[in-house]
């Protein structure tokens, strides 16, 4: 019988500079539902890539002085070397340069084009250089500022082709409001409500303001922009109006595209409205996700605050940062990174939980049977409970991952490990070794464990494809141990089995002592591709002024007593300093990088003879001492916390 095909995609990322734990979560997350479909057996179809045009690379290739090509061919390796460590078992990685894309994007353009679906117009808007998107002002936030990256935005217009949306609006609603497309469904209201019911605007398809794009075949001095291109990958890897492959007909529709919400709005109403116009059939689910957070801010490469997961995955190994990024993330919601927090998990649910039952458990049996088991039993009291709470896991597994709930399927996996840990604390096998009467019901025992751990073990080798081997060559299972099926049959490893003691899988890590090291390492590790980082333009010296004129600056420094934001005001901290002179407040604008947590019990440079001053109504006496980053980013200039509140600087 054939498999059933199942297609699963990522988005296709940017090479706009090294990818970052929020790439690796969508990438993770999608290589666990194909490793798991395939387990269950469909034919599985896993694709991911980049999109390598747009202005943002022809800039960044422009500032390195080279060809935008030559820039992205850099990073595309440094992307799959990533996924090479991370274990992602892709059968596709499309570039938006390969030809057969080029030419799929192309014909489609053309095919729209010639149905009236494209038409030519002009564009006017704010436009966000970083983010390449043009925003409308009621997108703007407050500041009148990019909604995505915050940093100012510039009026711009230029001849452009657009795509007509409002012909879809009808059906794309009935879609987000009536059938499981989207999930979790609870975004699609706030889709409908934000973008459809004002009226769905026309899309920009065309640039004429930069050339790192596919040329629009009728109309040279356009090339097409972000969205057609992008979107279009899905349907040109399985050679849709191409023919590099002949995958369509097998794999389209897709069963999932999985992003995260910055993209959404792309997948869930642009590319159904593409659909619609070329008469292809929709994708059966967009899953999407929230974002990895850092500090409260979305981790991203033109926020500069990425997490480096080739630092993280060299000290940890992938599977622990794969299961981390997984558990922490629940559908719908954001998940906060911090490293403290991923150690801790790393301690408690992989060394202490799963690890520990591992360990004791095959060192029980190589103790106290010479690591074969007898083939007697005798069951006994609480077996019942933990072969229900085993072989009961295959059913619950099954409807989180139909609902893309990997954090929950990972949950229950780990309620099963915990059961069994207290299996061990309730029957106490170093008890019942205490009597050779009590050597089948010990047996038994540990052969209950062994099987709890092989039926684990197979859903999470999806998870975790490094560890899983490792623990069945300890457990003594073979292929025929953890094929899929067996999951909800308890009592499938041999009778007679033998175990082989080996190393710890996942060692206890000390807290206080690793933050402290892995913070050195973060501080001390050069990024891996050079061209990421942010040219720093000098500033031009300010005049000379003699030792007197410096010596009327009066330099303190200061501590941090209480901070908080000033209402109505997005960039505005109130601060009271302890100066030891007695205490002021000062108002700063650097809201938009530092929370007040951030910055309670920190010193600070503050010039302390400056004239007050009001801001947004709030008195300022003084100003805080800090510079500015390549990339716009603020950063408060912290002294050595040895000097005292008060000290004068010289
Ligand atoms: O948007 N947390 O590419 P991109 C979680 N090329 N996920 C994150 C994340 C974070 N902090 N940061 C990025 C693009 N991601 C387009 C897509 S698709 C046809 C075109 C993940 O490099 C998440 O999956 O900016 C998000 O949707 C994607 O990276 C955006 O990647």
Redesign the pocket.
Known sequence: MSKKPYYIT?????P?GNP????C??TVACDSIARFRRMQGYDVKFLTG??EHGLKIEQKAEEKGITPKAYVDEIVEIFKALWDKMHISYDQYIRTTDAYHIETVQKIFKKLYDQGYIYKGEYKGKYCTPCESFWTQSQLDENGCCPECHREVVEAKEEAYFMKMSPFADRIEKLLLETDYLQPKTRAVELVNNFIKPGLEDLCVSRTSFTWGIPVTFDKKHVVY??ID??S??ISALGYENDAFHDFDKYWPADVH??????MR??AIV?PAMLMALDLPLPKHLAV?????FNGQ???KSLGNVVDPFLLSDRYGADAIRYHILRE?ALGA?SSFSNEIMINRINSDLANGLGNLVSRTVAMVDKYFDSTLPAERQPGEFDNELIAAATGLKEKLESLLDNTQLNLMLAEIFQVVSRANKYIDETAPWILAKDPSNRTRLATVLYNLLETIRIISIPLSAFMPETMPKIWQQIGASAEHIQYDTISAFGNLPATVTVQKGDIIFPRIDVEKEIDELNQLILSSKPKEPSDQPQYTPQPLAEEIDIDTFGKIDLRVAKVVECEKVKKSKKLLKLQLDDGMGGRQVVSGIAAWYKPEDLIGKKIILVANLKPAKLCGVESCGMICASDMPDGSVKVIFPDDALPAGAKIR
């Open positions: 990522t988005p296709i990322y940017y706009s970052h734990i929020g790439h979560y969508t980049t999109d972000v969205w992008a979107l990958n899905y999985m992003v995260a919400k910055d993209i792309f997948h590319w996700h929230g974002w990895i957070t979305k981790m991203s993330m954001d």
